[in-house]
């Protein structure tokens, strides 16, 4: 990791008890990685994305670095009034941005694992928020200022007109009104990509699983869908989708749902419904990829792309996030080369957790992957688990060294695999193969 830029230091924000969230003066925003802590600075810090979250840890306290005594240290309670906690402050950005650092804080005994978000490190100078990040796309396809609540309404009238009797359009209006779910809404508002969740089971236990916690005291953040549409109800969205759409992408494997390649009956025909009508639009499938046999036959059947999530790509770390049932890491990467063998489009999804993610170990990992498995895009995303708790489970299996960073990761990426896209989302096959800019 390079040494703290010479530039100006980027002040501390935290909340109090009621929620107010106000700058610390005297005190510098500290970034976390791993064990690694480094003060925050203009130039390692963006603007804070439009539509990005504010979030108030508790049960925490602030890590800051304190001015005065040029050290860092740790708040119990407001420095200036004495007796008022104090507590820190984490930001939860909007998509398209990498966070290279996590808020710095230090548990209080018996606090429970934070919610499913992620929680990147914030700060305040020159009158705005900078957030530790780096944009990798500036595409609007989830900005949530295109994205207007009576439209999304409006859009939502319009297709109950057109499919009163679809289950899965009925599921998407849920979605996109009671979990605000930006790939909901943008069905609704007939843009960019639309959802085609699916499958009710899943064949993974994922530390961060956003629609199933059944096992543990976190909340999930949205109900699984809880039937299989039928393959005529799951064409017709994507048909109507395609049909209104420039560059249109339809996809399955989402949030709200399991493992899309337990529900390979009824996508396979309801894929080949699509093809029979229309070799327009990108079908796309996000998966564990747990199966190559019936990715296999589901690319026969007509299917552009795949997405496979990935927290690292190496096994023990890989099987200890997602937990599979009933497969091993080995049947991802069959699953790769099946598909690269077909000559198809592949992204790996990949969970950036500053500090393991930025471990000289993982990142030699993942260029012995890149070198091996020439996929075409990393989608890199932020994950959504409590960042210490993540770490403490990676570190049972195997001690990361100091953080390379996030940016010097990217860098180096981008100058040893030229032809390796960096983004967020999942392309349309237009762009599949065009030029990184």
Same mark, same amino acid.
């Given at each position: 990791m390079s040494r703290l830029a010479n530039n100006k230091l980027v002040t501390a924000v935290v909340a109090n008890e009621d929620g107010k969230i106000f700058d610390l003066k005297g005190y510098a925003a500290v970034g976390m990685a791993g064990t690694y802590?480094?003060? %925050?600075?203009?130039?390692?810090?963006?603007?804070?994305p439009h539509g990005s979250e504010l979030m108030l840890l *508790?049960?925490?306290?602030?890590? %800051?670095?304190?001015? !005065?005594?040029?050290?860092?240290? +740790?708040?119990?309670?407001? =420095? $200036?009034?004495?007796?008022?906690?104090?507590?820190?402050?984490?930001?939860?950005? @909007? *998509?398209?941005?990498?966070?290279?650092f996590v808020s710095a804080y230090k548990e209080d005994n018996g606090?429970?694992?934070?919610?499913?978000?992620?929680?990147g490190a914030v700060g305040w100078i020159n009158g705005g928020f900078r957030s530790a990040a780096i944009c990798v796309t500036m595409e609007k396809r989830q900005d949530l200022r295109f994205m207007k609540q009576e &439209?999304?309404?409006?859009?939502?009238?319009?297709?109950?007109?057109?499919?009163?009797?679809?289950?899965?359009? &009925?599921?998407l209006e849920k979605c996109a009104l009671e979990y605000g779910c930006p790939a909901g809404k943008n069905f609704f508002l007939a843009r960019y990509e639309a959802p085609l969740p699916t499958s009710k089971a899943c064949n993974a236990q994922c530390l961060g699983c956003l629609s199933s916690q059944q096992s543990?005291?976190?909340?999930?953040?949205?109900?699984?869908?809880?039937?299989? =549409?039928? *393959?005529?109800?799951?064409?017709?969205?994507?048909?109507? $989708?395609?049909?209104r759409v420039k560059m249109p992408v339809v996809s399955f494997g989402q949030g709200c749902e399991g493992d899309p390649l337990l529900a390979a009956h009824v996508i396979r025909p309801a894929v080949r419904m699509i093809r029979s009508k229309t070799k327009n639009g990108t079908i796309n499938i996000n998966t564990n990829a747990s199966s190559p046999d019936i990715l296999s036959d589901l690319f026969d059947a007509g299917l552009d792309s795949l997405r496979i999530s990935l927290n690292s790509v190496r096994k023990k770390f890989y099987e200890a996030y997602f937990r599979p049932k009933g497969y091993v890491f080995e049947d991802v990467l069959k699953s790769i080369e099946t598909v690269l063998n077909k000559n198809r489009f592949i992204s790996i999804n990949y969970l950036n957790s500053p500090g393991f993610t930025d471990s000289p170990e993982e990142?030699?990992? %993942?260029?012995?992957?890149?070198?091996?498995?020439? +996929?075409?895009?990393?989608?890199?995303?932020? %994950?959504?688990?409590? *960042?210490?708790?993540?770490?403490?489970?990676?570190?049972?299996?195997?001690?990361?060294? !100091?953080?390379?960073?996030?940016?010097? +990761?990217? &860098? !180096?990426?981008?100058? !040893?695999?030229? $032809?390796?896209?960096?983004?967020?989302?999942?392309? =349309?096959?237009?762009?599949?193969?065009?030029? @990184?800019k």
């Open positions: 802590l480094v003060p %925050l600075t203009f130039d390692t810090t963006v603007k804070m *508790p049960n925490r306290k602030p890590v %800051l670095y304190n001015l !005065s005594k040029k050290k860092i240290e +740790i708040l119990t309670n407001h =420095p $200036h009034i004495p007796g008022d906690a104090i507590f820190p402050v984490s930001v939860f950005n @909007s *998509p398209g941005y990498v966070v290279t606090a429970e694992t934070l919610p499913i978000f992620s929680y &439209k999304v309404v409006a859009g939502i009238a319009q297709m109950r007109k057109k499919m009163p009797g679809n289950r899965l359009r &009925k599921h543990t005291k976190i909340s999930k953040a949205q109900d699984r869908i809880d039937f299989t =549409p039928e *393959p005529h109800e799951i064409a017709e969205i994507a048909l109507e $989708h395609i049909k990142f030699e990992a %993942l260029n012995f992957f890149l070198k091996k498995y020439p +996929i075409n895009l990393i989608q890199w995303r932020n %994950l959504n688990f409590d *960042p210490l708790r993540y770490y403490e489970t990676m570190n049972k299996i195997g001690t990361p060294g !100091s953080p390379i960073g996030m940016a010097n +990761i990217l &860098k !180096s990426l981008k100058k !040893s695999f030229p $032809h390796l896209k960096h983004g967020y989302f999942n392309p =349309p096959k237009e762009k599949f193969y065009a030029e @990184s």
